[in-house]
């Protein structure tokens, strides 16, 4: 997942990927060799604190898996989604959280092949709104000095997601789905936008995935999440057969047995192999016609040349 920064006057960009579909590798599995100089792991990548979980301390585990050591900053900061899924740093943002939280230790030294934990606490203030507050934390390694005038911070970012006790609501609702009317074939691509009506964020994961159902076949979206307020478009995509009129539906569940839902329906015609199919057999035509036409030429010659041999050489019957 992309991050954005919000637009300022320092002349430095924030390359942070926020790994969202990620987990924390097995306790046993042995670790790789190093073989890039810059290679960090930020485990768990997202992180939802659940209402009693709040006054917990939370635990990041940072891992330095490249060849060299680094320096880690780690920062806080609200953010709001964008339709793609990428997030755009944004103070103040709807929903923030980053002034609930505080980080220890918010900077430290990570030699290569080192593991670090960083604890979270949260300080939920008076009389919150019940209900998702979120914040990412930036795992940043900042740029070296250097003589460039452009400098790249590189880093990872971590969304964390804090339910307020009080009215949970997680309903959500499909909002449309786009698919071309017409193609020549395969892959189609359908795409659905799914917007958060309720009060906490909604997970897309594992078993709960959205589908689509195409022609009696069920094809899942990939994971993804959609945050509290946000609207979210996600793309799945699905082979037809040869020809086909496709049609395509997504549904989202809703509360009190309700759902929302939408259709796309795509005509699947091979006129490419249709234009081939017409010109071979317009070439075929010609190509007997052509035989024919010789084939005719070669028995008047020959008829010709008989009625030749018949005669007395100069065309005359003998007498």
């Known amino acids: 997942m992309t991050v954005r920064p919000g637009r300022g ?7 942070a990927c926020l790994l969202w579909t990620a987990g924390p590798a097995g306790a046993g599995s042995a670790r790789p060799a190093p073989e890039a100089d810059f290679s960090l792991t930020v485990s ?10 709040i006054g917990e301390k939370q635990r990041f585990q940072v891992i330095n ?60 203030p008076s009389d919150p709104e019940p209900g998702d507050h979120q914040l990412a934390l930036v795992f940043l390694v900042p740029a070296g000095t250097g003589d460039g005038n452009i400098r790249i911070n590189r880093g990872i970012g971590a969304p964390v ?46 078993d709960d995935r959205l589908r689509l159902r ?12 959609v945050s509290r307020g946000s609207t979210r478009e996600i793309a799945a995509t699905f082979d037809p057969p040869l020809m086909c009129l496709c049609s395509a539906t997504v549904a989202l569940p809703g509360p009190g047995g309700t759902s929302t839902a ?51 050489g100069d065309g005359r019957q003998p007498l």
């Open 44 to 53: 768990p990548t997202r992180l939802a604190v659940q209402p009693g979980d």
């Open 262 to 312: 939408a259709t796309a329906t795509v005509l699947v015609f091979p006129l490419h192999w249709l234009g081939a199919a017409i010109l071979a057999a317009g070439v075929l035509i010609l190509l007997v016609a052509f035989a024919r036409r010789r084939y005719r030429a070669q028995v008047v010659a020959a008829a010709r040349a008989m009625s030749g041999i018949d005669g007395d």
């Open 65 to 124: 898996q490249g060849r060299l050591p680094l320096d880690v900053e780690v920062r806080k900061a609200d953010f709001k989604p964008n339709l793609d899924g990428t997030l755009l740093f944004q103070p103040k943002a709807p929903y923030s959280a980053s002034n609930w939280v505080t980080v220890t230790p918010d900077r430290f030294h990570l030699a290569a092949g080192g593991t670090r934990q960083v604890s979270v606490r949260i300080n939920v």
């Open 161 to 206: 997601y804090i339910a307020v006790p009080g009215p949970i609501d997680a309903s959500a609702e499909v909002m449309g789905l786009r698919a071309p009317s017409f193609a020549l074939g395969g892959p189609l691509t359908f795409t659905t936008t799914v917007r958060d009506t309720g009060t906490v964020h909604r997970d897309f994961r594992g």
């Open 214 to 225: 195409v022609n009696g076949e069920s094809v899942s979206f990939p994971d993804f999440t």
């Open 9 to 15: 006057s320092a002349a430095v960009l924030i390359g």
